[in-house]
T-cell receptor, first 114, second 114 residues
């Protein structure tokens, strides 16, 4: 079983709707969680990061973390066609010396249609 | 704002040849990470450096080596290239290695081995 699992896609939502992306992780000691957006052939772009249980909001994006359930999610409000991309959930390594050693999920392809 | 610079953007090599990829981190960032992303795959951590010392190691083949120089730029050296090495190679940088130092990715080098 993959260490970081994302809900299978692709996910298609109409413009203006809320897109909900989910991710679970297996290492209970993980401390840092990231959402990256990646357009085809491009580099991952950091959207949100969250370290504490609860919600973190930034503009149209809200990250939610529940360490007890080992679950992290990303909500995108008022979805726009430009949000169409692959969204990667990444979890920082709990035991290594480098917290930038991220384990990525397989990604969820989001399509926002007009 | 300055970003992570990678060169070259594209590289075509034949089997058994060698390749060198370069990465220039964001100014003042002292930590560099290398990731490999195969077609349709999520990024896989290869290796990282902090203050010119290797800080963590992932799924990097023995045929690959890397180092970080005094100006903090990093080079990934790949020898005896195989067809399976064809991938996008991303470099990312951060300030320090503490929990939650977000990674900023470069635009990647697309390596094609023929």
């Amino acid at each position: 079983q993959k260490e970081v699992e994302q809900n299978s896609g692709p996910l298609s939502v109409p413009e203006g709707a809320i897109a909900s992306l989910n991710c679970t992780y297996s290492d209970r000691g993980s401390q840092s969680f990231f959402w990256y957006r990646q357009y085809s052939g491009k580099s991952p772009e950091l959207i949100m990061f969250i370290y504490s249980n609860g919600d973190k909001e930034d503009g149209r994006f809200t990250a939610q973390l529940n360490k007890a359930s080992q679950y992290v999610s990303l909500l995108i409000r008022d979805s726009q066609p430009s949000d169409s991309a692959t969204y990667l959930c990444a979890v920082g390594d709990a035991g290594g010396t480098s917290y930038g050693k991220l384990t990525f999920g397989q990604g969820t392809i989001l399509t926002v249609h007009p | 704002a300055a970003g992570v610079i990678q060169s070259p953007r594209h590289l075509i090599k034949e089997k058994r040849e060698t390749a060198t990829l370069k990465c220039y981190p964001i100014p003042r960032h002292d930590t560099v990470y290398w990731y490999q992303q195969g077609p349709g795959q999520d990024p896989q951590f290869l290796i990282s450096f902090y203050e010119k010392m290797q800080s963590d190691k992932g799924s990097i083949p023995d045929r690959f080596s890397a180092q970080q120089f005094s100006d903090y730029h990093s080079e990934l050296n790949m020898s005896s290239l195989e067809l399976g090495d064809s991938a996008l190679y991303f470099c990312a940088s951060s300030l320090g290695t503490a929990t939650g130092s977000p990674l900023h990715f470069g635009n990647g080098t697309r390596l094609t081995v023929t």
